[in-house]
């Protein structure tokens, strides 16, 4: 018995002595810190994340990108606080991933270029988190017309959007999805989202944050569970057009379509907006090609259909596809590129025709008017 016992403590402490030195070796590395949000309820209804965070995003097990992150007092990843109580014109930007940009300095993002093209005539703050769809941007829209008295925004749209706004395909908590009721009316409805003890003893370790974040443990996990062959064979890159994959049947297509009714329709009777206060950037395939498999992809098909519905709507339609495709044959001067640090792809860096405020648009206030301004700006 005694000899069991000393084995089985020799074991543990074999075991635990290298999770120590991992755990302490880590916390003197750039490991990712990940953006913890905050409970989303009754009483805290709209998502953001815990404020006035200071963190650390990285990328890889060799940390391949670092970057500094700030989430301001607002909740939101910004390196400005917001003031509501300025007078000053505000020009509001939505979206997911893309504008939360944590891997992006920011001064390299939309919002941040925006902020330093505008300077002293106005503000310009964003409303973002990873994994948002078009229904939660609603949320967002709303309240920075109502709360922060934002007089115009630019939502940007990209491949997953559309039918992850349904509640029948995609429930994150803490963000608002399209619910179906038994007429097929789309509804408006909240997932509440409470931290749960595993994030928090995440947070709490270097180790754990390194295999969770750095690694992607779990997801990676979950995507061998789901389908065993990619053990062996990595998915094919045609699989996915987008960042979405390239097939989905009717039903879902035409359900998606149904989100970007009800969404448009929303942008006027739940978030208040006109039209003409708002543009949408819509994302696309970036690289032109004839492939057919690319050309009937879902992606395809549904962002023609957005952008189709949006401007009928009198909304304000930018196709990324038709900047990023004069950028390669070279024949767009008012984009600047660089390098990207994790593919080694261009990217753009500033694209005024795209960062400009609805070009329609002007708040009351004539030659001072905010949006006109800014437009000079960006073409001058």
């Given at each position: ?28 590395m ?11 309820n ?37 390196d ?10 505000l020009?509001?930007?939505?979206g997911?991933?893309y ?5 992006v ?14 300077g ?5 703050y ?18 920075a ?28 908590p803490?963000?608002h ?12 409805r ?19 944050r ?21 053990i ?19 039903a879902?297509?035409?359900r998606?379509?149904?989100a ?32 057919p ?52 792809m ?14 329609r ?20």
């Amino acid at each position: 018995m005694r000899k069991a016992v000393l084995i089985l403590v020799s074991m543990t402490i074999g075991v635990l002595i290298p999770l120590i030195v991992f755990e302490i070796a880590l916390r003197f590395m750039p490991v990712n810190e990940g953006i913890a949000a905050a409970r989303v309820n009754e009483s805290d209804p709209i998502f953001h994340f815990i404020p006035d965070q200071n963190l650390i995003w990285s990328r890889g097990w060799d940390f391949s990108q670092v970057n500094r992150v700030r989430v301001n007092n607002t909740g939101f990843v910004n390196d400005q606080d917001y003031d509501r109580s300025s007078d000053d014109p505000l020009f509001a930007v939505i979206g997911d991933s893309y504008v939360e940009a944590a891997m992006v300095p920011y001064a390299e993002t939309i919002q941040g270029r925006l902020a330093q093209l505008v300077g002293p005539d106005g503000r310009v703050y964003s409303f973002a988190a990873s994994g948002a769809p078009l229904s939660q941007y609603l949320v967002w829209t709303r309240d920075a017309r109502m709360w922060w008295r934002a007089e115009a925004l630019a939502v940007v749209i990209v491949g997953n959007d559309f039918d992850e706004s349904l509640a029948a395909y995609m429930q994150r908590p803490g963000f608002h999805y399209y619910f179906e009721t038994s007429d097929g009316t789309l509804t408006l409805r909240r997932v509440d989202y409470e931290p749960s003890w595993g994030r928090e003893l995440v947070k709490r370790s270097a180790l754990l944050r390194y295999l969770v974040l750095n690694l992607q443990t779990l997801d990676r996990l979950k995507s061998l569970s789901a389908t065993f062959p990619s053990i062996t064979r990595p998915a094919k890159a045609d699989d996915f057009v987008g960042n979405t994959p390239r097939k989905r049947g009717a039903a879902r297509l035409e359900r998606s379509r149904n989100a970007i009714r009800a969404f448009l329709r929303d942008m006027v009777t739940y978030a208040g907006w006109r039209p003409d206060q708002v543009v949408f950037v819509v994302d696309g395939i970036r690289h032109p090609t004839d492939n057919p498999r690319v050309k009937s992809s879902y992606f395809m098909q549904i962002r023609e259909f957005f952008m189709s519905e949006a401007r009928l709507a009198g909304f304000e339609v930018v196709d990324m596809d038709k900047l990023f495709f004069a950028l390669l044959r070279g024949k767009l001067s008012l984009l600047t590129s660089a390098p990207s640090t994790s593919t080694g792809m261009e990217r753009p860096m500033a694209s005024p025709p795209m960062l400009s405020p609805p070009a329609r648009y002007s708040p009351a206030g004539g030659s001072n008017s905010f949006c006109p301004r800014v437009r000079h700006k960006a073409l001058n």
